[in-house]
């Protein structure tokens, strides 16, 4: 049984392919474009799913679809119509887009795939709540699903049992928690549906003091929240439902100025309106959290949609509610839902009983040693070969403890948002100008931003105030904890300013080399953590194949590059053939 589920037209569209109960290929169509956040139809990701199986589409039994295009298309014709005449531009600006591809779903697969097979359309938060539940490690557990919007729903939460769903309550657009996260990313100068970490990050500078910060009482007069944390917005202080920008003038009134220009220096008022916001989304996430425990009885939670990448929540959850346990997938947001609608089909309408767990995020496409020599002796790179699995991780280690900074490139892409040992940039978090560095000479981006820690997952507890036993978000880094003051000073690189880290934990079945790799730099250091930051550079997506990682390194301060079993100096290669048009395929 071949089910091939498919997420797209909104923004991060992706592919995800299901055998026989299992996710066996799964990835997001910008890492094959190079477009960031890419919404387009996911041929390319489509195309690699069924190559990596040997499968044509014709040997696919089912295509889902993460939502259902006509009730989006009457939940944006209604908000157009209620807002009329003030969205009579947005509206005809959208239409082509509605009318030639995204209501006609069944004619692109026919026409961009030749497939004439069953199409089922899942409506949007039951995908999320299928992404997160079906392929998690819980017979049973609460659900909680929230977004920016689906069709209509903005938020809902329910329960999984075996391989049924029963979603029982939701919260509807315009009222959202999530378009008021992105509202306020929007007014501090930064893109929708991209930089909302962003704002996560700058919440540590700002004053976390819910009865000093006064942004954050002035917020709360926008948003009615309710005990169980259903919520209303005051429509008032928007404009997403009839304008292509967010924020309204009122809204910027009570926030004390215009919205922020895109690269602002984020002032003090800045630091402190993205602390409000995140305190009041911890608020709000709270009640809802502990109001379905009260209606579960379950103390099993999974979660899903672009809210649960919070990882600065994520770590608090269960100190600050009753549940005991919770799982939460690699890729919680849109381009997850893939994977959420082949495994509903399989799983809930066809009935086949779960067998799998979402356990390793390695799920796209790999490279083999004779396809990356091919890459680079084509190309005329100058490289070492290094000679077995251990000369890779005691050269890495050997480099990385020099205070060198290497791009690492091994084994099947990541799925998901965030670099986890397979496209990673690994640097010494004990060296105190290792963050500046990968700032400014790396990854080009704000200097506010932290960067994350990996380590072994038997050492968490050691650097780290985190939860006992270590939740398995972790291994997907969407936990942030305080790290232990014992060791605060030590870690200067991975240290936020409000001495947290968003770790990611790595376990040996999961990825060995990368395992061996943190625990060769401990012996040499005596502090068996390191640097991971996704392989890329500001506004471009984390690198798929030996051209983009290649590509990478030269066009930055990354001083090697360790592909496969290849060591690339930068320095040995020149500066010329990094942005060169002639280079040969990978």
């Given amino acids: 049984m071949n089910i091939l589920g498919v997420s797209c037209h909104y923004h991060d569209a992706a592919a995800a392919l299901l055998r026989d109960g299992v996710i066996v290929a ?23 799913c069924l190559e990596s199986q040997g499968l044509r589409i014709q040997d696919v039994d089912y295509i889902g679809f993460y939502e259902k295009p006509l009730l989006k298309f009457e939940r944006v014709l209604c908000q157009h119509l209620e807002s009329f005449p003030r969205s009579y531009r947005t509206f005809v600006s959208s239409l082509p887009s509605w009318l030639n591809e995204k209501i006609r779903l069944r004619r692109t697969l026919r026409k961009a795939l030749g497939y004439r097979g069953s199409v089922l359309f899942l409506e949007h938060h039951m995908a999320h709540a299928a992404s997160a539940f079906l392929v998690s490690p819980f017979e049973r557990a609460a659900i909680l699903t929230v977004d920016g919007v689906g069709e ?3 938020a809902s939460y329910g329960i999984g049992e075996g391989t049924r769903i029963h979603l029982r309550k939701d919260i509807r657009f315009p009222h959202s928690l999530g378009l008021l996260y992105s509202t306020i990313t929007a007014y501090l100068g930064f893109s929708v549906n991209n930089s909302e970490y962003k704002v996560m990050g700058l919440s540590a500078y700002g004053n976390r003091d819910r009865a000093t ?20 917005l005051d429509m008032s202080y928007f404009c997403y439902h009839y304008a292509e920008r967010m ?19 984020m002032t003090p008022r800045l630091q402190d309106i993205a602390a409000a916001v995140q305190l009041l989304t911890e608020d709000v996430l709270c009640r809802m959290l502990c109001h379905l425990h009260r209606e579960t009885g379950c103390d099993n939670l999974v979660m899903a949609g672009g809210v649960a990448l919070n990882s600065v929540f994520n770590g608090k959850i269960l100190r600050l509610t009753p549940f005991r346990r919770v799982w939460i997938q690699p890729n919680a947001s849109d381009a997850g839902t893939s994977i959420g609608a082949a495994a509903y089909i399989y799983h809930t309408l066809l009935g086949r009983p779960r067998h799998w767990t979402l356990s390793s995020p390695y799920l796209g496409p790999s490279f083999s040693s004779a396809e990356i020599g091919a890459f680079l002796d084509q190309n005329g790179v100058r490289y070492q070969r290094l000679r077995s699995d251990e000369e890779i991780v005691e050269t890495t280690a050997r480099l990385v403890a020099e205070d060198h900074v290497v791009g690492w490139m091994q084994g099947r892409m990541e799925w998901g948002p965030r670099a986890l040992g397979a496209r990673s940039i690994l640097a010494n978090p004990l060296n105190p100008r290792m963050r500046d560095i990968l700032n400014e000479k790396v990854k080009h981006r704000e200097r506010f ?29 969407l936990m942030v904890y305080p790290i232990r003051p014992a060791h605060r000073d030590r870690l200067p690189a991975v240290r936020h300013v409000d001495d947290s880290g968003r770790l990611q934990t790595i376990r040996r079945e999961n990825n060995p080399l990368y395992y061996d790799t943190i625990r060769a730099f401990g012996r040499r250091t005596g502090v ?8 890329n550079i500001r506004g471009e997506p984390i690198v798929c194949t030996p051209l983009d990682a290649y590509r990478c390194m030269m066009g930055t301060g990354i001083d090697y590059l360790i592909m496969g079993d290849y060591c690339i100096r930068r320095e040995d290669n020149p500066q010329h053939i990094w942005d060169s048009e002639t280079y040969a395929k990978d």
């Avoid at 910008?30 to 390319?44: A, L, M, V």
């Avoid at 942004?215 to 259903?230: C, K, P």
């Avoid at 309204?248 to 215009?258: E, H, V």
């Avoid at 820690?453 to 997907?476: G, H, I, M």
Wanted: with cysteine; proline share 12%; hydrophobic share 35%.
């Fill in 213 to 232: 910060n006064p942004f954050y009482a002035r917020l709360r007069d926008v948003v009615q929240v309710r005990e169980d944390g259903s919520l209303r």
């Fill in 247 to 265: 924020p309204s003038q009122k809204l910027c009134d009570l926030l004390g100025g215009p919205a922020a220009p895109p690269d602002s220096v």
């Fill in 152 to 154: 209509w729903t903005t």
């Fill in 449 to 477: 931003r932290p960067f994350a820690p990996v380590v072994c997952a038997e050492d968490a507890d050691t650097y780290f105030e985190c939860d006992s036993p270590l939740p398995a978000p972790c291994d997907f880094m």
């Fill in 26 to 48: 799964a990835a997001e169509e910008e890492r094959f474009t190079r477009i960031k956040h890419d919404q387009s139809f996911p041929i390319h990701a489509i195309r690699y």
């Fill in 528 to 535: 068996p953590m390191l640097v991971n930051t996704s392989f």
